[in-house]
């Protein structure tokens, strides 16, 4: 593994870490970590990891105001992450990589579905415990977080120890994204995987004129919105690179060998 750094639209240094294969297919894979979390949550460490076990250059990368990247969280929107995350597609090209799969944990799934519209080197899009409804402050606050809102546009909240903010701009960023329609009109593989025991998000399948030709749907029974049981995350790992083999976008097992 490689600690590396590259700079996103603004010029902040964004943290990666990146797994070189030891038999380079010249296939890339940027992985995108949930909203609060870090590229070192073992759900990305682990697929990292396997993606290079299968000949995949893997770089898994801190957003902005996460991690060890540089930026404020209270910055954060939807086309800042999908900015910052075609600004790791290019890091990767520069590193030799031909094409790139992206895969996205949670909110890490949104940026990775629109980030994949945006750029034609992406070859898939794996989503895991992702969502296709509307990030509105009527479904993503609730109590004090709510109230603050409404009254100053400003949303304090504490997640994984860190005390943040969200604002205003966050959400009418995000109500720019149709997801279903994105999703519907992307014209790439997709892999769209659901934690069937998650405490966060409903799960949720895409159905009806969002489900485009070439999606595959996987669900991890009893497993919760970060697969921290380790079971889980094999299930997760497996089904992941089997897709990949399915889907033409990884050599087999057996090719790697040779």
Not at 40 to 47: A, F, Q
């Amino acid at each position: 593994m490689e600690q590396v750094r590259f700079e996103n639209h603004l010029g902040e240094k964004l943290s990666g870490t990146l797994h070189a294969p030891a038999r380079f297919s010249g296939r890339g894979a940027v992985l995108c970590h949930c909203f609060t979390c870090s590229r070192n949550i073992r759900l990305l460490s682990d697929l990292a990891s396997a993606l290079a076990e299968a000949g995949y250059m893997a770089l898994r990368f801190d957003f902005s105001g996460n991690g060890a990247s540089e930026g404020a969280f209270t910055d954060s929107t939807c086309t800042k992450q999908v900015l910052e995350t075609g600004a790791a597609l290019a890091y990767l090209k520069a590193r030799g990589a031909r094409g790139a799969v992206l895969l996205g944990h949670s909110l890490g799934g949104v940026a990775a579905l629109i980030a994949a519209s945006r750029n034609p080197e992406v070859t898939g899009l794996v989503t895991v415990a992702s969502r296709l409804s509307a990030l509105t402050p009527g479904r993503f606050l609730a109590g004090d977080a709510r109230a603050a809102f409404d009254e100053l546009g400003l949303a304090p909240f504490v997640s994984r120890g860190r005390e943040l903010t969200l604002t205003r701009e966050f959400f009418e960023d995000a109500e720019r994204y149709d997801l279903r329609r994105i999703l519907a009109e992307l014209g790439r593989t997709v892999l769209w995987v659901t934690a069937g025991a998650d405490e966060i998000l409903q799960p949720q399948f895409p159905e009806g004129s969002a489900a485009p030709p070439g999606l595959s749907l996987f669900t991890i029974p009893g497993a919760d919105h970060m697969l921290s049981a380790p079971e889980h995350r094999a299930a997760l790992v497996g089904r992941v690179i089997e897709w990949l083999e399915q889907t033409g976008q990884a050599d087999s097992a057996e090719a790697l060998l040779t």
